[in-house]
């Protein structure tokens, strides 16, 4: 007596058809990597946005520095794991106290999409007021 086998092949291709959907879904590995490069990319851009806060604060606050430094009043605070200070940033003071700080994103458009993060333009810039 021959069991079928059919169910058995039926289960096997639907799990694995199943896996296989789940990874195009949530992008695999790489893309967690790359979540996780992104997620740290923004929060440099918060510490470094703080900062500028706190050294424009220190001037009276109503004037932008022309560059960020570590100062007795202002220590940067960046994590062990910060990322920007070696790929770079741009930190671009305009007129009237506006600013904005950009960075290279691996998938801008995903980390605005995940925990509604809309603070963050699609060319990879945060944008603030010195007022």
Not at 83 to 98: H, K, N, S, V
Request: charged share 25%; aromatic share 6%; glycine share 10%.
């Amino acid at each position: 007596m021959v069991p079928e086998r059919w169910p058995q092949l039926a289960l096997t291709l639907l799990v694995a058809g199943v896996l296989l959907a789940g990874i195009l879904a949530v992008g695999g590995p790489e893309a967690g990597r790359s979540e996780r490069r992104d997620d740290q990319r923004y929060w440099d851009l918060i510490a470094y946005q703080s900062q500028l806060i706190c050294l424009a604060r220190a001037k009276g606050g109503s004037s932008l520095p022309t560059t960020l430094e570590d100062t007795t009043t202002c220590s940067i605070n960046l994590s062990e794991h910060a990322i920007l200070p070696e790929e770079g940033y741009r930190y671009l003071p305009q007129a009237g106290g506006d600013y904005r700080f950009c960075a290279r994103f691996e998938d801008v458009d995903r980390l605005r999409d995940r925990q509604g993060r809309k603070d963050i333009s699609r060319d990879g810039c945060i944008s603030g007021k010195i007022d």
